[in-house]
């Protein structure tokens, strides 16, 4: 494991609502992150299917995280839009996220969330999101873990 991801597994840890759930950091490197998400009972609405709160919050920490890695972390989400393009049914969430432009107080990452039935992966939800830099330091965050190669101009 590097020591990027290692970090990244950190600051999902120290996220109560990310323990409760499950989530977890598969991937952290090169300009991309990877979060993966059990599908349970717990997380899905009246009809069977996984909430969609739940997509905008797995879409919400990738966003994030990705520019965090792009930024040199201490980053927060200033906006983000998600678009529902079919219910999210199986056995687990892959979400992917990657930074589109990252300045030194602002960035634009997008994610594609995929939901896992058989094997098989199909896009439920797109998001895009507004990342800032942080004024406020506390807690675990990225800041040490961003390699010099992966911070913008």
Request: aromatic letters at 4%; hydrophobic letters at 50%.
């Amino acid at each position: 494991m590097t020591e990027l991801l290692a970090i990244a597994r950190q600051v999902l840890a120290a996220q109560p609502f990310s323990v409760l759930v499950g989530t977890e950091v598969t991937h952290y490197a090169d300009g991309a992150v990877e979060l993966q998400l059990a599908i349970g009972d717990m997380i899905k609405q009246q009809h069977g299917f996984v909430h969609g709160g739940v997509l905008a919050y797995l879409a919400d920490n990738a966003l994030t995280m990705a520019a965090g890695l792009a930024m040199g972390g201490g980053v927060l989400t200033a906006e983000m839009k998600v678009n529902y393009l079919r219910p999210a049914v199986g056995e687990m969430l892959i979400a992917r996220a990657w930074t589109l432009n990252a300045g030194r107080s602002q960035g634009v990452s997008r994610c594609d969330v995929f939901a896992v039935a058989d094997g098989v992966e199909k896009l439920c939800a797109a998001a895009q999101g507004t990342i800032m830099k942080s004024h406020t330091r506390s807690g675990v965050g990225l800041e040490k873990a961003a390699a010099p190669s992966a911070r913008a101009a």
